[in-house]
């Protein structure tokens, strides 16, 4: 799978894509009906811009939760281009199927959201520069420093269920959070979740495969099959870890799948594909975080 800091492939493939309209989450929902073994529910939601205080300022976030009751939290690291529409929508589908979801801008040191123009095109040299700079500026120690405060913030909602476990997903750059939340938080976080994340395994010392001894958590990896050509091993090695960790996990490779092809606002959105990984998705949050 792709490291953070090189999407020349990525890149490569944008200028080969047509842009996908935005209007593809409906798609993907229409598509869902024809899914087998998918059943999401449709509750009320309720959401809103929000600002969660870190020790690093003021992080904006959205929220969005079901009207009524107590719902497990969900807390979602979205991709390079950040807290946007697609992913409020995303968040906001999550909830209509019973969760109370928080997005965050994991930018918000630097800028608050929008962190990149609408539709943004990475093979662009100047939207390339400015979100790699934008990226370089994460660590695993401002995941840990995030997730603490992100989690303690679902836990002082009042629809946020603190009996049941979190859950955790993220997207490309995002797949590494996941993995740091989970094993930062393990009595907290019950199910992690990546789509086509980027350096899940790596040679360093701290590499997010290396952290599955101290989590607890189930895991869905969705992997891109683009990534998989990339580097085939990576696969393995999670399986490995996990296997030898004795928690359950879930990992594909994703069939046709292009780095990137889960959000909807995605140059190379597969509504299929997105739709059958989210439906792995809900399973996965159904059983773990019961």
């Known amino acids: 799978m792709c ?20 209007g593809a989450l409906a798609l993907g929902a229409g598509l869902a ?149 989970a094993a930062a938080f393990p009595e907290r976080v019950g199910a992690g979740a990546t789509f086509h994340g980027g350096g899940l395994v790596t040679e360093a010392a701290d590499s997010p495969h290396k952290l599955v001894p101290g989590m607890k958590a189930h895991f869905l990896v969705a992997i891109a099959a683009s990534d998989d050509r990339q580097d085939p091993q990576a696969k393995d090695a999670l399986r490995a870890a996990f296997a030898a960790a004795h928690l359950p996990a879930e990992i594909e490779v994703y069939a046709g799948t292009q780095h990137g092809w889960c959000p909807p606002d995605s140059r190379v959105y597969d509504a299929a594909q997105a739709e059958r990984a989210w439906s792995r998705m809900l399973a996965l949050f159904s059983t773990a975080l019961a």
Not at 75 to 96: H, Y
């Open 3 to 22: 490291e953070l800091d090189d999407f020349d492939q990525f890149a490569q493939r944008a200028q080969e894509m047509t842009r996908r309209r935005f």
């Open 33 to 181: 009906a024809t899914l087998p073994g998918l059943a999401e529910a449709t509750q009320q939601t309720a959401g809103a811009d929000v600002n969660v205080t870190t020790p690093d300022g003021v992080a904006d976030a959205y929220f969005v939760h079901p009207k009524r009751g107590r719902h497990p939290g969900v807390l979602i690291w979205p991709d390079i281009f950040g807290l946007r529409p697609a992913f409020k929508d995303m968040a906001t589908r999550l909830a209509a199927a019973g969760y109370s979801v928080l997005v965050v801008n994991p930018f918000y040191r630097t800028r608050r959201a929008p962190t990149a123009p609408e539709h943004p095109d990475f093979s662009d040299p100047a939207t390339r520069q400015s979100l790699l700079a934008l990226a370089g500026t994460l660590s695993p120690a401002t995941a840990q420093v995030d997730a603490k405060a992100f989690l303690a913030y679902l836990d002082g909602q009042p629809s946020v269920d603190t009996r049941r476990k979190i859950g955790t997903s993220g997207y490309c750059m995002g797949g590494p959070f996941v993995f740091r939340t």
